[in-house]
Structures are given as structure tokens and as C-alpha cells.
């Protein structure tokens, strides 16, 4: 899930939000839709024309300045026809906090700095190399010197200071090689009520000095001795990092997977955290059954203090605590959580692992991690789930949340009418985009699993196994569906809920 939208509150928001606040043009179908003529128009894509080979970092996270910096070695591959004069890099955090800055860029085997151009977006940055072209099949080691202001924000990236220390959340902070297709870097806006990025799998190492108090939490395999902790992350879209001075981590295998349950020292929520963990290892263990095997040998399970939601990144999964602050556990949010925790588990599945372009066609995550949530994880009527209701109910005189098998759709909208869920994400408002990509995306998935029958969970498992460490597209999907089944009432429901017009 994205940081703004929880799982539950798509459906407090359901009544109020259906119909409003999307664009006027999503508010009716087109009266001639031809998705599958669309996407066999569309030829088979070729392999990313520039990509990054790997990241080896070298950092300091300064808790009493909130900073970290130090540099990153970004080795390149040209594979595009023709030489490279420029490389597109996005530093989001320069967007976000903007006394962030990348120092310097040189090519580390010739010793050449580069010269840096901002992009349209502010997130933006191109190295120029107009004298010291990358030849098409060459690789090169950019040396990128940054540092990295976090803001004290409540947020997937920032920091969150209590008495006895600090909490980092380190996600979208360093500098990352831009997609590069068809001759043009990506500079799509960053966004704030989702994600922006688009990432091929690349891999990293990273040595971060910190101090010697505090716990970190990373994608892929962390070690930590005497304040220096190493880490290596192959075949992951992004890094990301947490650090704080006042978590401790109970550790678990799940089925030969290293389960990392972190539990940050706030009062009156050890059984919150118990919900979070027995919710996530059931929900690591229903995909690992229904849709493929997990990427990584780890999943790390942070609790914080987000903005709303919670937020996945590879291997790791940040999930959030209640706005009151310490012990202040409202009604449903048991429930609320040990669903949330289950969309975010399954993002290690679509969007980890099956990459998309989650500004240009959100859904393809975040309609798929809905749909596992609610349909899968939520219909196994599983012993974690109900143990989440049993909290709710013992720690919450008037709790109402309580789990019904009967009534599985906790996403619906409160509208018949439904709208193109495969839109770029500054075609919906921010409440918009919940609605439709979330909830219908959600909602033709399940329609699809309706029509479909057993032929849905064989399709929706080769999915995964056929492109799993790859990036996939809308009209991709639907060649796969209609691979598996072509008869006119799942053609219907593709032209229903899909826009050939903006299928990619």
C-alpha cells in the first residue's frame, strides 16, 4: 500500500469519495473500448536501453544533524544502440528536502567529473557527458557523492524523535539511474499520495556508519557490529533503510524465510505489534501457496509512525501506528492493521518482484496487492486474522470491526458506475486515486477470479512466474489473461474496467 491510502480507510471513505474527485473525464466509459485490438498493437517490448548493474555504498548517518551522506559507486550499462551523452538520475529527496544535494558525479575509471543539468521535475538530475560518451554496450562506474537532509516528519521518509531517541525512514533517499526507454529518461512528477518510481532490478551493498545504539532494519541481509552494518540486497528495485536507537527485533524462520519482527519501544502496543507479526507471517505464508515463492530470503516488519497506511519496499515492509501517538489504539484499527500488513506483504509480489511504472500504471501494483488483501488473505477466514478481532474486541469496549466470513468485499464503492483503473496517477485526485485504483482495480480482479474459475489462480500464478524480476504493462496483462481464457464475458469485463487509449 502507498503511504496516504490504508487499507480500512478505503472503505470508511467509500461512501463519500465514490464518484467525486476524479477528473470529469473518468466520470463515463467510452462507448467503443477495444482492449485486446489494443494490446496486439502493442509489439514486445525489448530489454531496458540503460540499466543499473549495481550500487555500492559508503555512508554516515549523522543522528544529531539528520543526515546522511557519503557516496554511492552506480555501475552503468549502455544497452542502446547508440552512445550515451547524458544519464538521467532520480534524487527524490531533493524534492523533498531540498538542502539535499548530490556534491559531485565523475566517471570513477577515467577520473572525469561531470557537469549536473536539473530536469523538468525537481527530482530530477542529468549528468553530462557530451566529451566522454558511454558507447552502446559499455558499462561505467559513476562515482555520485551525496548527502541526504531527512526531515522530521511523520512520513516513509523523515524522522520521528521521542524522549530517548530517534526513529530514520530512509525510502526513496539516495540517487537512483532514471528508466530509460525509447530514447527518454523518466521524468514523471513525484507523487505524493503514491509512488513515482520506476525501477529495474539492479544490486546493492552498502556500509553504513551510525551510532553504535541503534538498530537497523534494510532490504536484504543486514549485519551490524560496533556502529558499522553491512549490507547486501541482490536483485532488489530500490534500497531502503530504518534506524533507531530505541527498536529491538525478535527474529523467526517462517517456512526457510528469516522473519525480522521489529518492536519499537512505544508504550501500549505490544499486542498491536503481536497482530502486525501473526498477520504478516500468515499472509507470507497464503502467497507463498497461491501465487509463487517469495523473492528474498528475508521480510522485515517495522511499526512507525506514518502520515496513514503503510508502505512496502523489498524485503521490508513499514507498517503504521495509530495517529494518537503511544497507547492509543482506536476502534478497528486491530483489524485495520492485520489487513494493511497483508496489502503490504503482498507488495513483495507486485511491485517488488513483478515491477511496473507506478506513476504511469499504478494498478498494476496496487489493484494486485488489494485484491490478494481482500480476497485472498481476507476469505481464508485464517486463525491470525481472527486473533486480530479477539484484540480488537478485549482492548476496545465498543469495537464493531469483527470479522464476518459472509461479507468479503470490504472495499466496495458505494456506486455501480465504474471507471478506467489503468490511468496514469495525475489523471485522479488524490481521493480519486484510492477509489479506482485501489478499490475497482481490486473489484476487476475479483470479477476476472469470478468469470475466470479455476483457470484464475493458474493464470494469476504464471503471471508472477513469468515475469517475477521483470517490469510488466497493462496490455501484457491482458495478452496473459486472454491467454488463459478469450471467451466474450472476460473480454467484457477488460473493456469495462481497462482503457485501450491509455493501455501501454
Known amino acids: 500500500m502507498k503511504k496516504i491510502i490504508s487499507v480500512l ?19 463515463a466509459q467510452k462507448a467503443k473500448n477495444d482492449v485486446i485490438a489494443a494490446a496486439n498493437a502493442i509489439h514486445t517490448r525489448r530489454a531496458p536501453e540503460c540499466r543499473a548493474v549495481s550500487y ?40 523533498l528536502a531540498p538542502e539535499s544535494e548530490i556534491g559531485a558525479v565523475r566517471n570513477q575509471d577515467a577520473g572525469k567529473e561531470y557537469e549536473l543539468n ?7 538530475v542529468y549528468v553530462m557527458m557530451e566529451e566522454d560518451p558511454l558507447p552502446a554496450g559499455e558499462t561505467r562506474t559513476l562515482r555520485i557523492e551525496f548527502s541526504t537532509v531527512i526531515p522530521e516528519l511523520d512520513d516513509r521518509f523523515g524522522y520521528h524523535e521521542k524522549e530517548n531517541g530517534k526513529m530514520f525512514l530512509l525510502t526513496f533517499w539516495a540517487p537512483q539511474l532514471a528508466a530509460y526507454e525509447n530514447g527518454r529518461w523518466d521524468e514523471s512528477p513525484y507523487f505524493d499520495p503514491g509512488e513515482s518510481t520506476y525501477n529495474m532490478m539492479s544490486d546493492y551493498t552498502v556500509k553504513l556508519t551510525a551510532p553504535e545504539d541503534y538498530v537497523v532494519a534494510a532490504s536484504g541481509k543486514q549485519k551490524t557490529r560496533q556502529g558499522v552494518t553491512t549490507i547486501t540486497a541482490p536483485n532488489v528495485r530500490e534500497m531502503a533503510i530504518v534506524a ?33 507479526r501473526d498477520n504478516a507471517k500468515a499472509a507470507l505464508r497464503l502467497f507463498r501457496e497461491t501465487i509463487g515463492e517469495y523473492l528474498y530470503s528475508e521480510l522485515d516488519i517495522v511499526p512507525a509512525f506514518l502520515s496513514a497506511g503503510g508502505m512496502e519496499m523489498p524485503g521490508l515492509v513499514i507498517e503504521s501506528l495509530p495517529e494518537g501517538g503511544e497507547g492509543s489504539v482506536p476502534t ?4 485495520d492493521a492485520a489487513l494493511t500488513v497483508a ?8 511491485y517488488c518482484a513483478v515491477g511496473n511504472d507506478q506513476f504511469s500504471e499504478p494498478w498494476l501494483d496496487e489493484s494486485f496487492a488489494t485484491f490478494c488483501a481482500n480476497y485472498l488473505y481476507h476469505e481464508t477466514a485464517n486463525s491470525a486474522l481472527r486473533a486480530a478481532n479477539r484484540a480488537e474486541k478485549e482492548l476496545n469496549e465498543q469495537a464493531d470491526m469483527l470479522y464476518h466470513p459472509g461479507e468479503p468485499n470490504i472495499y466496495a464503492t458505494s456506486t455501480d458506475e465504474v471507471h478506467y483503473i489503468n490511468l496514469p496517477c495525475d489523471y485522479y485526485s488524490e481521493r480519486g486515486y484510492g477509489t479506482y485504483v485501489y478499490s475497482e482495480g481490486a473489484e476487476f480482479l475479483d470479477a476476472l477470479r469470478q468469470q475466470m474459475g479455476d483457470s484464475f489462480s493458474g493464470m494469476l500464478s504464471d503471471w508472477y512466474a513469468a515475469n517475477a524480476s521483470g517490469v510488466v ?25 481497462l482503457s485501450d487509449e491509455y493501455l501501454r
Open 244 to 276: 533507531c536507537n530505541y527498536m529491538t527485533v525478535e527474529k523467526e524462520k517462517v517456512d526457510g524465510v528469516l522473519f525480522n519482527m521489529y518492536r519499537p519501544a512505544y508504550e501500549g502496543f505490544d499486542k498491536l505489534y503481536d497482530v502486525m
Open 343 to 350: 496489502h503490504e506483504v503482498a507488495h513483495q509480489w507486485f
Open 473 to 497: 504493462h497493462s496490455s501484457d496483462f491482458v495478452r496473459k489473461v486472454t491467454e488463459f481464457d478469450s471467451s466474450p464475458e472476460v473480454i467484457g469485463i477488460l473493456n469495462t474496467y
Open 332 to 335: 478497528g484499527f486491530y483489524y
Open 56 to 95: 555500492d555504498m559508503d555512508l554516515a548517518l549523522d543522528a544529531e544533524k539528520n543526515l546522511v551522506s557519503g557516496y554511492e559507486d552506480l555501475v552503468i550499462r549502455n544497452d542502446a544502440n547508440v552512445p550515451l551523452d547524458r544519464v538521467g538520475l532520480r534524487y527524490y529527496a531533493e524534492a
Open 118 to 124: 536539473p530536469g523538468k521535475d525537481d527530482s530530477v
Open 9 to 27: 480507510l478505503i472503505l470508511a471513505m467509500a461512501l463519500a469519495l465514490a464518484g467525486c474527485g476524479a477528473d470529469d473525464k473518468a466520470s
